[in-house]
């Protein structure tokens, strides 16, 4: 990647503050929401209940505004996928197998068409995450919600000795494993780029089989094919790449992450970093860059485990404290 946003530049870089979201102020948000009611959670990605000899896992969330791509093209066939996945992954990234999943659809106006298609991406991504769906909920608030909302919960179990310990371990090496593309995390930021001097309905630049609107909605990936291989090959803690970028590693502990044989980032963000002048430190700070999951594990164990899955050798955990990855020093 080049950075775009270098002194001099015509155009003013884009920051995903500047749209709107500042990661740094919605974590000191949910601490407070945490503060305030006294929860302390037991993973990074899940919340954990004891009932005996197994945890019980929650773990909730939502597409974002990838809802508004596939609004403007017309296109809701996938979203559901992603909203499978962006709750599944955060199980599978605490070490926690997926079992059930509900789902909230939140919407101004009842519309059969929509809501069809929406269940049709969510019965793929329950298939993929063999996973059960118990139930959920459509409620139609014309005066709360402009157009539609999609979230959804997903509970898993794990026995107690299947949990990861959450924190890597200086020698370890880290394993990364490709994304899909842009996932359901950065698209405000994405969105005001790529809509600078393009409509969603132009083909892809890059890739013109397809409009820019439909790669953009390429649904998140599902890692849920991972934790057997994971708990194989005693990986110590992972990293679901999703909002915050890069950074999520450091949930793995306080380390230095030397990432010196990252896996290549798609067309997207080239595209992306290109229309709207983003740096290359705001681009690895908000997106997965074409890795959507990473995985810490002794040295020793990691051949075996990209032998046996998709994934690659992308470096290695270090005295320190930030991610250095193609040049920059994240903290």
């Given at each position: ?66 809802l508004l791509v596939a609004e403007a093209i017309e296109d809701f066939s ?57 139930g959920g909920e459509t409620a139609v608030m014309p005066e709360v919600v ?156 990691a051949g075996s485990l990209v032998a046996e899955t998709d994934g690659q ?19």
């Open positions: 990647m080049t950075d775009h946003a270098d002194e001099g530049s015509d155009t003013e870089g884009l920051t995903y503050a500047d749209t709107g979201v500042d990661i740094e102020a919605s974590e000191d948000a949910t601490a407070a929401l945490l503060e305030a009611f006294g929860s302390d959670l037991t993973t990074e990605y899940a919340g954990l209940l004891d009932i005996g000899d197994r945890y019980l896992a929650l773990a909730t969330d939502g597409v974002g505004t990838k996938t979203i559901g996928i992603d909203c499978i996945a962006m709750n599944v992954n955060d199980l599978v990234a605490a070490g926690v197998e997926p079992v059930a999943f509900v789902d909230y659809l939140a919407i101004d106006e009842p519309d059969d068409a929509l809501t069809n298609e929406i269940g049709e991406g969510l019965a793929v991504g329950l298939e993929q995450a063999d996973l059960t769906l118990l402009t157009g539609f909302d999609l979230a959804g919960t997903c509970a898993g179990l794990a026995g107690k000795d299947e949990i990861l310990e959450g924190k890597a371990e200086v020698g370890d090496a880290l394993v990364g494993f490709p994304s899909n593309g842009i996932h359901s995390n950065g698209l405000t930021l994405a969105r005001e780029a790529v809509t600078r001097d393009h409509e969603y309905a132009e083909p892809f630049p890059l890739n013109p089989e397809v409009s820019i609107g439909e790669e953009l909605l390429r649904p998140t990936r599902i890692y849920t094919d991972l934790l057997e291989p994971m708990r194989a090959h005693d990986v110590r803690a992972a990293a679901h790449v999703t909002g915050g970028g890069w950074t999520n590693l450091s949930r793995m502990g306080e380390h230095r992450y030397v990432i010196d044989d990252p896996l290549p980032a798609q067309p997207i963000f080239e595209f992306v970093q290109s229309e709207g002048d983003v740096s290359d430190e705001e681009m690895h700070r908000t997106f997965n860059m074409g890795t959507g999951f990473v995985v810490a594990l002794p040295e020793e164990q050798v992308i470096g290695r955990v270090q005295e320190g404290d930030a991610v250095e990855i193609r040049g920059l020093s994240l903290f």
